[in-house]
């Protein structure tokens, strides 16, 4: 069963504009939710997280929002560089144990010049 | 800089031959984690160690695959008799026992042949 899952895998966006990433989860006891960002042959990178009592955060460019009745979190690009151009992974984790992230399936981003 | 290094970065082995991989994680990092992931997935939770212990391990990881983190610093992943579905990217990551966010090395690409 996907826990966690990002339903577009390719997202195209102009340079400047905003990108909007989308992610869903149907377990009730991930509380604590985080971005990585994946160039191709490198590992991912962690980009931003946000905890289960919060609904928004924000570091630079980078928003993530978190909708917790809809189990559904998103992340926000502004504005979108070339930069950006890479497959980003939402994942999920719970607090408490060994607190191993569940990840969804990847979503490419492209800025486009 | 000492982020998560993995080596070796690539490993084109033959069916039936046995590799270990192997993992240095952030040396204040007291939690390391290893993943695989496979074309158009998300990485998986493979198993985690906490200091020495491996405290939990996923069904994916059958009984040919082992590893090990002696005096809770580096850590190998050894995979006995491969077979062509073990081909994949294995992933490391290390985290604080305080904290969720993992950093992740930059993988080691397995080829079985």
């Known amino acids: 069963d996907q826990q966690v899952k990002q339903n577009s895998p390719s997202l195209s966006v102009q340079e400047g504009r905003i990108s909007i990433l989308n992610c869903d989860y149907t377990n009730s006891m991930f509380d604590y939710f985080l971005w990585y960002k994946k160039y191709p042959a490198e590992g991912p990178t962690f980009l931003i997280s946000i905890s289960s009592i919060k609904d928004k955060n924000e570091d630079g460019r980078f928003t993530v929002f978190l909708n917790k009745s809809a189990k559904h979190l998103s992340l926000h690009i502004v504005p979108s560089q070339p930069g950006d151009s890479a497959v980003y992974f939402c994942?999920?984790?719970?607090?408490?144990?060994?607190?191993?992230?569940?990840f969804g399936q990847g979503t490419r981003l492209t800025i486009n010049p | 800089d000492t982020g998560v290094s993995q080596n070796p970065r690539h490993k084109i082995t033959k069916r039936g031959q046995n590799v270990t991989f192997r993992c240095d994680p952030i040396s204040e990092h007291n939690r390391l984690y290893w993943y695989r992931q496979t074309l158009g997935q998300g990485p998986e939770f493979l198993t985690y160690?906490?200091?020495?212990?491996?405290?939990?391990k996923s069904r994916l990881l059958s009984d040919r695959f082992s590893a090990e983190r002696p005096k809770g610093s580096f850590s190998t992943l050894e995979i006995q008799r491969t077979e062509q579905g073990d081909s994949a990217m294995y992933l490391c990551?290390?985290?604080?026992?305080?904290?969720?966010?993992?950093?992740f090395g930059p993988g080691t690409r397995l080829t079985v042949l």
């Open positions: 990551a290390s985290s604080l026992y305080s904290g969720v966010e993992q950093f």
């Open positions: 994942a999920a984790s719970a607090v408490q144990g060994a607190q191993k992230l569940v």
């Open positions: 160690f906490q200091n020495e212990a491996q405290l939990e």
